[in-house]
């Protein structure tokens, strides 16, 4: 059973960098043909898909973010991770990692994640 756990501060400083890591277990992340998302949720907004890194090693972004927006993996820890450039409080949000199948369909397609991490709020502030 494949399980996801995000980690990382729960308090970052406005222009700073938000740095989350997702660590999992019960499965590889290099296994065909799983995509590895990153997704977040603002108070009181929905879900918001952020970008993603493949089983082949290929990322995306959606492009509102994409500027600020970095994922990579460590193959050897089995672990993949989200950096997120200068941060407003605009950024505050729970993060969420999850996993799907990476020829489903739309990643904006929430019901296509078969796993996701229990979330880790972020608070953006001074």
């Known amino acids: 059973q494949v399980q996801l756990q995000e980690s990382g501060p729960g308090l970052v400083k406005p222009s700073q960098m938000l740095s989350l890591t997702c660590t999992v277990s019960?499965?590889?992340?290099?296994?065909?043909?799983?995509?590895w998302s990153w997704i977040r949720q603002p108070p009181g907004k929905g879900l918001e898909w952020m970008g993603a890194?493949?089983?082949?090693?290929?990322?995306y972004y959606t492009p509102s973010l994409k500027s600020r927006t970095s994922i990579s993996r460590d193959t050897s820890k089995n672990q993949f991770s989200l950096q997120l450039s200068s941060v407003t409080p605009e950024d505050t949000a729970v993060y969420y990692c999850?996993?799907?199948?990476?020829?489903?369909?739309?990643?904006?397609?929430?019901?296509?994640?078969?796993?996701w991490g229990q979330g880790t709020l972020v608070t953006v502030s001074s």
């Open positions: 999850g996993r799907r199948d990476r020829y489903g369909g739309s990643w904006y397609d929430f019901a296509l994640f078969e796993v």
């Open positions: 019960g499965g590889s992340i290099t296994t065909s043909y799983y995509g």
């Open positions: 890194i493949a089983y082949d090693g290929s990322t």
